[in-house]
Structures are given as structure tokens and as C-alpha cells.
């Protein structure tokens, strides 16, 4: 069933603090991609991860895939306040139409 | 470019009455997507457009949901009767190429509150 399953499902740190979230399934998947929402507006593609074991960097942003093409994880080093809000991974659907996502991880980072 | 615009940005009504969502996509994407949102869950897919033809509605809730693209730009999707657990963002994306690969642009989204 393509399920995508993201931890911790809330963080709350403080400014300044590195977390790292997770994304995983027991399915293989051709792509991976990280979205973050704001309250009030849709998702906001950050990256896309092709290649299992490939590490893409953004910024303070690090996103991981895995060798097995099953996981991802965002890296964040140094949180802002403006990095608050909901990440989520997304992955393609078997016939390759569309995008399925996980219930996202919501982040608070605190001045 | 402009992006994908949507409208209302919040609506309210009670159950069992009818409510219909707008959404213009970006100029030149061929792909359109309708997403539910519920509080603490990610996107579900209702309804992908190719064009003005659909690609994929399996889980659309046909006994009450409808969409159409008319002219394979615009969008509208309508509830009717509208159910208490309908209540949920409700976000069109757009995307240049009918594979998932690339990535969607997404609108704001509408905001529906059913009583």
C-alpha cells in the first residue's frame, strides 16, 4: 500500500538545536520528496531524492535516501524559528501518477 | 510565474449543504490535482486531470464529490451534501509533466469547516 511513515510526529526545540526527522516505508520507492508546509498555505517542494544512498544539502538542510530506496531523513543544523512548520515526505504512487504522503512531522523551533 | 490560485480561502457551512472550491493552475501545466488534507494527516489525492481528462479518481467519494476541468485549465470540485468529516483543507496542485517524479506546485489551499 505504499505507506509512508514519518517520526517523531511533533519536535519542539530552541533556536540553534540540530534534529533530524525520519521518513519510512517497507516499500521500495523510485523517489523520495520533502515538502514543507506553513500554516495556512499548501507544501513547498524542497527537494527530490532519486538515488538510493544520495545526500542533496539545502542550505542547513540535509536529506538523506536510502541505500534501499525504503527511507529518507531531513537533517536541520542550527534550527531557526523560520524552519517552523510541517515536514513531509512524499513518495510516488505505484502507477507513477501522483504523489502519497505521510502524516508529516511537526516542528516548533523556539526563539 | 504566477502560482496556483485557489478560492475561497476559508469556507463554512453546515451539513449537508453544498460547497464548490475553484483552482487555476499555473499557466502551461497540463496536470491538476485535487488533495484532502485533514487536521494532523498528510494530502490524500482525490482526483488527478490530465488536460481535461481524468487520470485517476479511485479515491474520490463519487456519492457526493465531483470535479470537472472544463477546457483542461480551471478546476472545481463540489461537495454535495457535505458530511461533518469533510471538514479538511482541500489543496489543487499543478505540475508540467504527468509523472509524479518532478514535483507539484501546490495553492494555499481552502480551509472547510462543516457544522
Known amino acids: 500500500t505504499q505507506l509512508l511513515e514519518q517520526s517523531p510526529q511533533f519536535l519542539s526545540i530552541q533556536e540553534g538545536e540540530n534534529l533530524t526527522v525520519y521518513c519510512n516505508s517497507s516499500?521500495?520507492?523510485?523517489?523520495l520528496q520533502w515538502y514543507r508546509q506553513e500554516p495556512g498555505e499548501g507544501p513547498v517542494l524542497l527537494v527530490t531524492?532519486?538515488?538510493?544512498?544520495e545526500v542533496k544539502k539545502l542550505k542547513r538542510l540535509t536529506f538523506q535516501f536510502g541505500d534501499a530506496r525504503k527511507d529518507s531523513s531531513l537533517h536541520i543544523t542550527a534550527a531557526q524559528p523560520g524552519d517552523t512548520g510541517l515536514y513531509l515526505c512524499a513518495g510516488p504512487s505505484y502507477n507513477n501518477n501522483d504523489m502519497r504522503f505521510g502524516a508529516g512531522t511537526r516542528l516548533t523551533v523556539k526563539p | 510565474e504566477a502560482g496556483v490560485a485557489q478560492s475561497p480561502r476559508y469556507k463554512i457551512i453546515e451539513k449537508r449543504q453544498s460547497v464548490a472550491f475553484w483552482c487555476n493552475p499555473i499557466s502551461g501545466h497540463a496536470t491538476l490535482y485535487w488533495y484532502q488534507q485533514i487536521l494532523g494527516q498528510g494530502p490524500k489525492l482525490l482526483i488527478q486531470f490530465q488536460n481535461n481528462g481524468v487520470v485517476d479518481d479511485s479515491q474520490l467519494p463519487k456519492d457526493r464529490f465531483s470535479a470537472e476541468r472544463l477546457k483542461g485549465v480551471d478546476s472545481t470540485l463540489k461537495i454535495q451534501p457535505a458530511k461533518l468529516e469533510d471538514s479538511a483543507v482541500y489543496l489543487c496542485?499543478?505540475?508540467?509533466?504527468?509523472?509524479?517524479?518532478?514535483?507539484?506546485?501546490f495553492g494555499s489551499g481552502t480551509r472547510l469547516t462543516v457544522v
Open positions: 496542485a499543478s505540475s508540467l509533466s504527468q509523472t509524479a517524479n518532478y514535483g507539484y506546485t
Open positions: 531524492v532519486v538515488t538510493g544512498g
Open positions: 516499500s521500495v520507492f523510485s523517489s
